[in-house]
């Protein structure tokens, strides 16, 4: 049975950068056959798909338009897990912060959620 | 961008069949997802593929994909469905998730 399991500060300042980790347990990040997501959800913006990486022979990312020119998920092969940062955070981007396991094209399972706030 | 769009609320009362549509362009040609939330919780998936159920999800729940609409439909629904449902499709390398339906059970 796969689980996630998150990390991070919960309060970030505007403009500094936003660092989450997400532990893996029963999978391996790099799998052939799953993709290893960062998902936000806040009142205003619902649930929104920031990006993901995965290993087919090399490792690909996938990031969302929205926050392509801010985001970076890195695996790490070496703690069996992966790390999303966002940079120049506003407090546009406080949301509650998901990693979700991406396998037969369903997120499943998801950890447990870290709400994130950006003030200062 | 794509978008998918569900009613924000849907109502049925105990025992009834609720049925919560979610629309896109082609989204027929696409897999559809649909997630459940309750509050305070993470999102659980009860439909994948269209029309799949993962271990552990009840009958009851179920799923079609054709033309422009994806349906979850929730046949016997119990108070214990009550919850926030989001359909949700690839496209392009990109995840989009629909706006959510609020599910009351009354």
């Known amino acids: 049975q796969v689980q996630l399991q998150q990390s991070g500060p919960g309060l970030v300042k505007p403009s500094q950068t936003l660092s989450l980790t997400c532990a893996i347990s029963?999978?391996?990040?790099?799998?052939?056959?799953?993709?290893w997501n960062w998902i936000r959800q806040s009142p205003s913006r619902g649930l929104e798909w920031l990006g993901r990486?995965?290993?087919?022979?090399?490792?690909?990312?996938d990031y969302a338009v929205s926050v392509k020119s801010r985001i970076t998920i890195t695996p790490d092969t070496s703690k069996n897990q992966f790390s999303l940062q966002l940079n120049s955070v506003t407090p546009e981007d406080t949301a509650v912060y998901y990693c979700?396991?991406?396998?037969?094209?369903?997120?499943?399972?998801w950890g447990q959620g870290t709400l994130v706030t950006v003030s200062s | 961008s794509y978008e998918l769009t569900q009613p924000p609320s849907v109502s049925v009362s105990p025992g009834q069949t609720a049925s919560i549509t979610c629309s896109g362009d082609?989204?027929?040609?696409?897999?559809a997802c649909w997630y459940q939330q309750k509050p305070g919780q993470s999102p659980v998936v009860v439909i994948y593929?269209?029309?799949k159920r993962p271990s552990g999800i009840p009958e009851r729940f179920s799923g079609s994909n054709s033309g422009n609409t994806a349906t979850l439909t929730i046949s016997g629904t119990q108070a214990m469905d009550e919850a926030d449902y989001y359909c949700?499709?690839?496209?392009?390398?990109?995840?989009?998730f629909g706006g959510g339906t609020k599910l009351t059970v009354l």
């Open positions: 979700a396991r991406d396998g037969e094209v369903r997120f499943d399972p």
């Open positions: 029963g999978d391996s990040v790099s799998s052939n056959s799953a993709a």
């Open positions: 990486t995965y290993y087919r022979s090399k490792w690909y990312n």
């Open positions: 082609k989204l027929g040609n696409k897999f």
């Open positions: 593929q269209d029309s």
């Open positions: 949700q499709a690839w496209d392009s390398s990109t995840a989009v």
